[in-house]
């Protein structure tokens, strides 16, 4: 079954259909739609093996950012982040934007429906747990 999965993602990724995950904090459920790139496709076949679990810190006044436990190809290229955005930061570290910043990252994806005021009062202060899934 999961072959089939993975070979389905793998056309739809060359299809240029969205692929869909799920970001959960605080049992609040929210959709983002990864890149179209082999860094978003590696983080969708890790997710696939089951959901991923990130203990995220402030980082910057304009991040939660915690460790994934394994890292995923990267492709840093100089860009300006976005609140909602989904950043690989240094091949391991899994950023979710809440306020712009520019620096060598890799984007892997965007929330979506969700505002940036939204995003920054349910990710709270201090710590955060953040689930990805591909399980709806």
Known sequence: MRVILSLFCLFSFVLGEKMEIF???NEQKLKAVLAENSRA???YKELE?????INASDYGGFEKSGKLPSPLPRNDEQITMQ?????LYSGQTFVLAYDTNSWPLTRLGKLDGI???ELKKLLGTGNAK???SVRK
């Open 23 to 25: 970001v959960i904090i």
């Open 49 to 53: 093996k089951g959901d991923i679990i």
């Open 83 to 87: 609140p909602c955005d989904i950043i």
């Open 41 to 43: 496709l590696a983080l």
């Open 115 to 117: 505002s940036k005021d």
């Open 130 to 132: 953040i689930r990805l």
